[in-house]
């Protein structure tokens, strides 16, 4: 049966790549993934699978998950919306965002291939939207062109991840093409709104998309990874008082201060933080690497070269591996370091730091000798020849929501390398989509039988 089923892969490899093509020419950046989802919809039913498709309720992702849903976002608008704990349904509707930052036309996706009975489910999911293409210029091939070049695919998506969420659809049709006969469900399931957020994921939890395990086919080079870290995205905003040179002093006293010059005192306190943390043992999926990463990512401060600044703005991000502590934990560490480190300056006495977030999600772990890793370790094995090898990814995905909201053991396993996503000339192998197909066919009939 097995050999069945990857011969029909492989005699259908033309049909798998230009399907890929086919999605990829569907531009879905975050916010734009209605089309790229009804194409799904139809395919899946096409199919003969049962498919579900729905717009996600906001409302009810806040009230069923208030501490790690998010805003809603989109690639076209920069509506980053700050919040002091946690962001809120109240607070988005109160913005006046929500006209724009919502989830018209963006529906969810679920095709369900119904088992005899009696088996283990399975669930292949993944994200549609995909990060913008800006810089166009930084392209040297049609963002959705899909061109095929020396036996690469290129074009936004194309690791990160349409190649993993197609991957999983030719697995599921190589099985009903190859009439393999299931006993456990196979559930496909193609999320929006990954990207900046997870609400997607968080959506189709609150409907009741579940099975016994999940893949979440993201770029992983068809590695096995068991864990996710967590991440927290920040903005401090820093105050001065605007002086022109003149009027910066008034006799011995400063008068004019720039909120620039009170930056890197509070820049000190986020270092200090990541050099703490990095001193915890680091969870041995990630070997011998710091566990913890702060970002110093953009500034934009004052007005005019020859005043001193009224104010300056730093956001930034954390990265922290599996073990760590809960990412309102590091919430929390964050405005602690920076009350604590600015203490030195009476300054920030009457003008204190205002320490805002932007983003934030959990790390995720499940046991690396879950059977799941085991049968997608002797498929991989079984298809291609390879030995993969079991890790910590080096980035966040729906894979947490999966695990801590879901309860579903998840790995990620997907073709494409995440150093070509989010970035001009996006790519991915030939080869590697094909042997994922075969790898992931393999682990479901395994499991599934
Ligand atoms: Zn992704």
């Not at 006969?181 to 193609?190: E, H, K, Q, R, Y």
């Not at 990954?194 to 395990?213: Q, Y």
């Not at 001193?279 to 070997?287: A, E, F, S, T, V």
């Not at 405005?335 to 009476?346: F, H, P």
Request: glycine residues 8%; charged residues 20%; negative net charge.
């Amino acid at each position: 049966m097995e050999e069945k089923i990857l011969y029909k892969i492989e005699e259908r490899e033309k049909e798998l790549v230009e399907l890929l093509r086919k999605v990829i020419r569907i531009p879905s950046l975050t916010g734009e993934e209605g089309e790229a989802q009804e194409f799904l919809a139809s395919y899946l039913k096409n199919l003969g699978m049962g498919v579900s498709i729905w717009e996600p309720d906001i409302e009810e992702i806040f009230n069923t998950f208030p501490e790690v849903a998010q805003y809603p976002s989109h690639w076209e608008h920069d509506l980053i919306l700050p919040y002091d704990t946690l962001p809120s349904y109240e607070e988005l509707v109160k913005t006046g965002n929500i006209k724009l930052l919502n989830y018209k036309n963006r529906p969810n996706v679920v095709g369900i291939l119904k088992g005899k009975g009696g088996g283990r489910s399975l669930l292949l999911t993944g994200h549609i939207d995909n990060v913008t293409v800006e810089p166009k210029s930084d392209w040297a091939h049609d963002p959705f062109g899909a061109e095929v070049i020396d036996g690469k695919i290129y074009g936004r998506g194309a690791s990160d991840m349409k190649g993993g969420l197609i991957a999983s659809l030719s697995a599921i049709q190589s099985l009903i093409e190859a009439d393999v006969p299931l006993t456990g469900d196979v559930i496909f399931a193609s999320a929006v709104n990954e990207e900046h957020s997870g609400n997607g994921t968080l959506s189709m939890i609150c409907k009741g998309t579940t099975a016994d395990v999940a893949i979440v086919a993201e770029p992983s080079e068809n590695q096995i990874f068991v864990a996710t870290p967590g991440d927290v995205y920040w903005q401090l905003t820093v105050e001065g008082i605007p002086r022109s040179p003149g009027a910066r002093w008034e006799g011995k006293e400063m008068v004019g201060i720039s909120a620039i010059e009170k930056l890197p005192l509070a820049i000190q306190s986020l270092l200090k933080l990541e050099e703490e943390q990095n001193k915890m043992k680091p969870d041995p999926l990630y070997g011998t690497k710091n566990p913890f990463s702060c970002v110093i990512g953009e500034v934009s401060g004052g007005t005019y070269t020859t005043v001193t600044a009224n104010q300056c703005v730093l956001r930034g991000c954390m990265y922290f591996a599996h073990g760590l502590g809960s990412v309102n934990k590091i919430m929390d560490q964050i405005k602690e370091y920076i009350l604590k480190g600015t203490q030195s300056d009476s300054w920030f006495e009457q003008h204190p730091v205002k320490t805002a977030f932007l983003h934030h999600r959990n790390s995720s772990k499940i046991n690396k000798d879950h059977p799941v890793v085991e049968i997608v370790y002797d498929s991989t094995k079984a298809s291609s020849g390879k030995y993969p090898s079991v890790l910590g990814s080096p980035y966040c995905a729906d894979m947490d929501m999966l695990v801590n909201q879901g309860k579903i053991p998840t790995i990620i396993y997907g073709p494409g390398t995440i150093a070509h996503a989010h970035k001009a000339n996006e790519l991915i192998s030939i080869d590697e989509y094909i042997s994922c197909v075969k790898a992931l066919a393999l682990s479901i009939y395994r499991w599934c039988k």
